[in-house]
């Protein structure tokens, strides 16, 4: 049945056959793993609504703002600052990469044992499947991890790419290095847009962004309570669509479910039975539709209550600092809180245990699930350290390593079933 946006998927070149078998796919697959939970709050209705609209109104928008004469760019990392981009009149948007629906393409020029991540990125372009990645007019790499950098080497001849050199560790040089690159990114961003961005849209900017980690972080306080008052799977569903939508309005959405599950808390009202574990999962980032673990975790016997990942509290820690009017001072700000993004791509990263312990604390969780992706070398061996850190702390670990197949479900809902008896 032909669809109210097949004439801009076509205008966007996408594989309109395939592209139809993915939503089907997303729909089934979201109404399973989303739709079946009980007394859901009614702001998630706003989420559910987005997301039945991920490739059909946010698109919409993308285009026509575009036809405006605003330019889209495309991100895969946390590390890009959107202040900039914003401050500059554009619009960012962070590609999920969380389907594999385009292996079969993406294995075509990517070694097979390459980070799922990695491969959905480039299996969405090859195979045409992405509006997203259609819109963008610039897409932005990073030098985090190997797979990555290289990675983009072979994406930008499919698509228009930009790379941002990430320092690996956090010396003073590595201070400058970031600082040069995030003001070679503003330029880039200007030529880009065709706009100066000056003192004041740069404030308005880091106002707007600090704006939306408040909310998020608001949230995460809310879901913290006792009993767990919402699920981890509709917090990660915000923290996922945070990456897409518009800035403004998703910051007032989550107000507004906040407040309501606010009223929840002082009710004292739980979302899950009695007696589930209270977990957090900590490691890889879980991309737009990766709700695999979450739901495997929340079937048994469990209840996630942080996600300490870069769609989760990684990106939503720490503030821009609102100092300063002049915009030499606001890049300062910017590249200080950038440096403190405790990705496993640094060595050492030792801030990043010290925020675990911490966060595992404040949530009195029974346990953590460590989450990496197969073949992400920099979390899997980071995980090591995380759990010999918790371990001093007397809190269990579990690690997993897993894709986006769902070949292991079976095997991974034993391993965590086990896991949560024993925190028990
Ligand atoms: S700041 S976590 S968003 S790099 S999972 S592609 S690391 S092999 S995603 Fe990340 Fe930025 Fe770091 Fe966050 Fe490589 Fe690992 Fe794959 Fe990864």
């Keep these: 049945m032909p669809n109210t946006y097949d004439e801009m998927w076509e205008k966007l070149n996408l594989d309109l056959d395939a592209h139809n078998g993915l939503l089907e796919v997303l729909g089934k697959f979201y109404g399973d793993i989303y739709q079946s939970q009980q007394g859901r709050l009614r702001g998630m209705e706003y989420l559910d609504f987005v997301l039945s ?6 698109i919409k928008e993308l285009q026509d703002a575009k036809a405006a004469g605003k330019k889209v760019i495309g991100t895969f990392c946390v590390f890009v600052p ?5 401050a500059a009149g554009g619009i960012q948007v962070g590609l999920c990469a969380g389907a594999e629906i385009g292996n079969e393409e993406a294995e075509k020029i990517l070694p097979r044992n390459t980070c799922a991540l990695i491969k959905s990125f480039v299996g969405f372009k090859l195979s045409r499947l992405c509006p997203y990645i259609e819109s963008c007019d610039v897409i932005v790499g990073e030098t985090t991890c190997d797979g990555k950098k290289k990675a983009y080497e072979i994406f930008a001849d499919h698509a228009p790419v ?11 040089c ?3 290095l970031w600082k040069s690159e995030v003001l070679r990114f503003k330029r880039a961003v200007e030529e880009v847009t065709g706009n100066k961005i000056t003192a004041s849209s740069l404030k308005e900017a880091i106002h707007l962004v600090n704006e939306r980690r408040r909310v998020l972080q608001r949230l995460n306080r809310l879901r913290a309570a006792s009993p767990v008052p919402i699920s981890g799977r509709d917090v990660l569903l915000a923290n996922q669509i945070s990456f897409y939508d518009d800035p ?3 910051t007032a959405k989550i107000g507004q479910l906040c407040d309501e599950l606010e009223e929840r808390v002082k009710r004292g009202e739980g979302v899950v039975p009695e007696g589930s574990v209270r977990v957090m999962l900590s490691g890889c980032p879980m991309a737009v539709p990766n709700w695999k ?28 600092a609102e100092t300063g009017s002049d915009l030499d001072q606001m890049i300062e700000n910017l590249v200080d809180r950038y440096m403190r993004i405790d990705c ?5 990263n030792t801030e990043r245990m010290d925020n675990i ?14 989450y990496g992706l197969s073949f992400c070398q920099p979390y899997a061996i980071e995980a090591y350290k995380v759990e010999k850190a918790l371990g001093k702390a007397g809190i269990p670990m579990l690690s997993i390593e897993t894709d986006y197949s769902m070949e292991d479900m079976e095997q991974l809902k034993t391993r965590v079933e086990a896991f949560v008896e024993m925190t028990r």
């Design 82 to 86: 959107e202040e900039i981009v914003l």
């Design 357 to 370: 312990i911490q966060m595992a604390r404040d949530l009195k969780v029974g346990g953590v699930i460590h």
């Design 293 to 320: 673990l979450p739901y495997i975790v929340e079937s048994s016997g469990a209840v996630i209550v942080g996600e300490e990942s870069c769609i989760g509290t990684r990106n939503t820690r720490d503030l821009v």
């Design 53 to 58: 609209e991920v490739h059909g109104l946010r």
């Design 174 to 176: 590595d201070r400058d």
């Design 344 to 348: 496993a791509c640094f060595t050492p």
């Design 248 to 250: 403004v309005r998703f």
């Design 162 to 172: 930009y790379v941002m050199e990430i320092p690996q560790m956090k010396n003073a």
